[in-house]
């Protein structure tokens, strides 16, 4: 009788070491590492690390989100261990030994056992790894890994950091080159005529890099209007008609809109009715009084219920006068397609359309949460709408929100709203981009606002 065939880790090793000199960029590497491992050692959940960048790549995952709290949770656990463990062999991690600030959510995010196999001199495209940084490879499963094990995940992350090494990609110039590359240049014979030629580049240079420019962003933008009168439901039913087409011109006291009357003409008749029963059982107690004193008390009731009643009446009528809208002032009703809002029911205070006078038009803008750079006051604004992108409207900033507000595709920005300087023929609703213009900085700052940024926010992780 033939056995079945027998798991060899050696040969897994050899395979794994095929592949990783066969990869063909680090990417590939790193997918290598945080998924095929498995090969060697049981585990659900990996993740390769580097102290400069943080989480590199996630097992089962094809893009990592370095906000997600997730990651910020695990890029604080392998800093942690590789503090503790520094560049010694792969060993299970025992997380009484961690930072309490660590432990607190571990059940949370991964499964009981832990091993960390520690990275030494690894460089590449966003992480550097020597003597005075780290790098790691953390392993979770659902039991602790042998000492076999752990010294077969020693062998092949040796033999994959090699292979990480020699991969063009990482071959590329880096910070850490530059100290030499300065001392090359120093050591070239120097020549005057040399030397001022370099002077004057570099002079040139410094002159262009600190030149002065106006500090701008772009942010979607359009024209919408300065002071509308917003025109809300007055009372919850469901809009039965419209008098008024979308983008229309319309007078004051004009009728808009009107709701279902039915349910309001019911419930007033209603209310007429019982406040007829009501007067007609106070007369009758009043002709009883005549008769019989004792009636008398019943007179007091009798009269409270018949204002009631009146009161109850009143307020309806009101509703059935309100369930028709008109114009508060004359204007362009502005408004959705009428066919989505005949037949659905709405709330008190629900916005069904806007009221503006064809010359009240401004310019609104959401500038991104990234882009948020100090405007001053009356600060200039030039929209470019795509439907006449060669005669942009100028304005200056009325104001900027102080807090961002969420947008319907989901992100954040801070709504800007500027006034038009003269008259324009555009309406209301175009879309295109707008141009903020902030004060004077130097070109070099101009140009790597943005990249700060993102070097300011990948520094603090």
């Not at 950091?161 to 110039?173: C, D, F, G, N």
């Not at 007055?234 to 979308?246: K, N, Q, S, T």
């Not at 066919?339 to 959401?366: F, H, K, L, Y």
Request: positive net charge.
């Amino acid at each position: 009788m033939n056995a079945g065939p027998v798991f060899n880790p050696l040969l897994s090793l050899l395979e794994l070491a095929q592949r990783a000199r066969a990869a063909g960029s680090v990417n590939e590497l790193a997918f290598l590492a945080v998924n095929d491992s498995r090969a060697l050692a049981p585990y659900r959940q990996s993740a390769l690390w580097f102290g400069v960048g943080g989480i590199h790549t996630l097992s089962g995952v094809v893009a990592v989100e370095s906000n997600a709290p997730y990651v910020q949770w695990l890029t604080q656990l392998c800093r942690a261990l590789a503090e503790q463990h520094g560049s010694a062999t792969p060993v299970n991690v025992d997380p009484a030994q961690l930072p309490t600030t660590v432990t607190a959510a571990w059940d949370e995010w991964l499964p009981q056992y832990v091993a960390w196999v520690p990275l030494r001199s690894v460089r590449g495209a966003t992480a550097s790894v020597d003597a005075s940084s780290s790098a790691g490879l953390l392993l979770a499963g659902d039991s602790a890994l042998g000492a076999e094990q752990l010294a077969l995940l020693a062998e092949w992350m040796d033999i994959w950091q090699h292979a990480w090494r020699t991969s063009p990609e990482t071959a590329r110039w880096s910070a850490a080159d530059l100290p030499q590359a300065l001392r090359n240049w120093w050591r070239v014979p120097l020549r005057s005529t040399r030397w001022r030629r370099r002077a004057v580049v570099a002079a040139a240079v410094l002159g262009i890099l600190l030149f002065p420019v106006h500090l701008s962003v772009l942010a979607p933008g359009e024209l919408v209007a300065a002071n509308p009168a917003t025109i809300r439901a007055p009372l919850d039913g469901v809009i039965a008609e419209f008098a008024v087409r979308p983008n229309q011109t319309v007078t004051a006291g004009q009728s808009l809109f009107s709701f279902d009357q039915a349910p309001v003409a019911s419930k007033l008749d209603v209310a007429r009715e019982a406040l007829a029963t009501a007067q007609a059982e106070y007369r009758q107690a009043a002709q009883l009084v005549l008769n019989d004193p004792r009636a008398k008390a019943q007179l007091a009731g009798l009269l409270g219920r018949v204002a009631e009643k009146q009161a109850q009446a009143a307020f309806l009528e009101g509703q059935a006068q309100r369930s028709r809208v008109q114009a508060p002032q004359a204007g362009i009703a502005l408004f959705d397609d009428p066919s989505e809002w005949i037949g659905r029911p709405v709330q008190t205070g629900e916005r069904i359309m806007q009221i503006a006078a064809p010359n009240d038009v401004e310019i609104e803008a959401w500038v991104p949460i990234g882009d948020a750079i100090p405007l001053p006051d009356k600060a200039p604004l030039h929209l470019y709408l795509s439907a006449a992108p060669m005669t942009p409207l100028s304005g200056t900033l009325r104001y900027m929100g102080h807090r961002a507000t969420a947008r319907p595709d989901g992100t954040y920005a801070y709504r800007v709203r500027a006034k038009i300087d003269g008259a324009t023929a555009q309406r209301i609703g175009l879309k295109g981009t707008a141009k903020l213009v902030g004060d004077r900085v130097p070109l070099v700052y101009w140009m790597l606002r943005r990249p700060l940024a993102s070097i300011r926010q990948f520094l603090a992780l």
